[in-house]
């Protein structure tokens, strides 16, 4: 499971809101003759549901996060090591200007990271048990502040108003390829046939995958604006040592549930498939580090 949080849950969202107004038999993007496209029309429906499926992921996020890592919330320090990264977490925020997120612990033995939340004085930090028992306290400390500076730099909010807009250009370009081809191939005259519903579906699904990178553009640049604001918070020796022991630790790295991968860590391969890629190659990372 590959597909990213949001692109996945667009994804059904767009896919059910047509279904569902096509079982309705909602016509409101046609014309009053029922032949031709209001395109006004159809562009303003396009854009509440676009953006509403990027907002409702957005809301979401915590809830899924939670739910698909397992995170146990520190309410309390049980012990040390859960006090130090409370008040690690916690000195680190004042640092970023933004208010204590929520701390949690997921069970895994893979050194990963994340933070997600609808907002940056509403977020959720959480790192993986194996990350905790490996890496140094300047380690730990330094993709602690990566996080945060995700969280301090509105990368969530961000990620959903570009998410919005890859909504709309999707359903709206989806619709007149079905409609165009209901008319041209089908030879429907007027309303729609069973051909607009399954070319519309059809060509959702595939302008949504292609339109992925231009998500996954952005994704990769606030990586590097993330190390930058974590190097800030802490040193930008501590952010190089900690991407560079990610990356010798990599044997240990897999990837998170398909849906939190643009909020984690991944280490990035090179080929045509970086086009695709939440993350760009820790090497890349460390590099824009030791040339700012």
């Known amino acids: 499971m590959r597909i990213l949080l949001f692109l996945g849950t667009n994804l059904a969202v767009l896919i059910l809101v047509g279904l569902v107004f096509n079982l309705l038999g909602f016509s409101g993007v046609l014309e009053a003759n029922g032949v031709d496209l209001n395109l006004s029309a159809l562009l303003v429906f396009c854009a509440l549901f676009g953006f509403g499926g990027a907002i409702i992921s957005l809301l ?80 730990v400390r330094a993709v602690l502040a990566h996080e945060l500076g995700h969280v301090a730099n509105g990368d969530m909010v961000t990620l959903t108003l570009i998410q919005g807009v890859v909504n709309t250009f999707v359903m709206f370009a989806a619709r007149i390829i079905g409609h165009t081809i209901d008319r041209v191939v089908f030879k429907n005259e ?58 010798t630790d990599q044997g240990h790295i897999s990837e998170l549930p398909g849906e939190l991968t643009a909020f984690g860590i991944r280490l990035g391969k090179a080929g045509f498939a970086d086009l695709f890629r939440s993350h760009p190659s820790l090497e890349d990372r460390i590099m824009a580090l030791q040339n700012p």
């Open 190 to 247: 007027r309303g729609y046939g069973i051909g607009y519903f399954i070319v519309t579906i059809v060509a959702e699904i595939a302008l949504g995958f292609l339109a992925s990178m231009v998500v996954m553009k952005f994704s990769r640049w606030r990586e590097y604006r993330a190390d930058a604001a974590g190097a800030g918070l802490t040193t930008r020796q501590d952010m190089i040592a900690a991407l560079q022991r990610l990356r």
């Open 60 to 139: 979401l996020s915590k809830w899924m996060a939670k739910r698909g890592t397992g995170t146990v919330i520190l309410e309390q320090a049980g012990n040390q090591d859960e006090q130090w990264l409370l008040d690690t977490v916690g000195s680190l925020a004042t640092q970023a200007g933004i208010k204590m997120p929520e701390v949690g612990i997921f069970p895994s033995e893979s050194a990963n990271a994340f933070a997600t939340g609808w907002n940056r004085n509403d977020a959720l930090v959480a790192v993986s048990s194996g990350l905790l028992q490996r890496f140094s306290p300047n380690e």
